[in-house]
């Protein structure tokens, strides 16, 4: 289980989308609380976008973690700091641009969620 939704402006300057998942997906795991094939992550990347009144002059990228209830606000604080530490490491120490990094968590609703696993490694 956890989801996490990266989205970014096309401007954001950084190593290819595979590598910044990569890095968070090993954050995730690093926390402890999390298997690896458990994490599923995605991204989306705008053309499209407006920072404040400026335009294209800054770039962003905002993470969001999906997972089940149970932990406490600890525990979401942390996790929120690891990513955004992580995501922070990856990309260039120097910009042409203002970067925006945020990170939210949410949990989502343990009796609204279904889950199944198909093929040939499911369990029956």
Known sequence: MPHLTLEFSSNLPGP???DLLAALNRALCASGEFAGPD???RASVFDQFQIGEGGEDAAFAHMTL???PGRS???RQ????GLLQALAAVLPA???LPVQLTVEIVELSAPCYAKIEIGAS???
């Open 73 to 75: 606000v600890a525990q």
């Open 78 to 81: 942390r996790l929120a700091q």
């Open 122 to 124: 499911a369990s029956p």
């Open 39 to 41: 994490i599923k992550s």
């Open 94 to 96: 120097q910009h042409a």
């Open 66 to 68: 999906r997972l089940m």
């Open 16 to 18: 290819p989308v595979r």
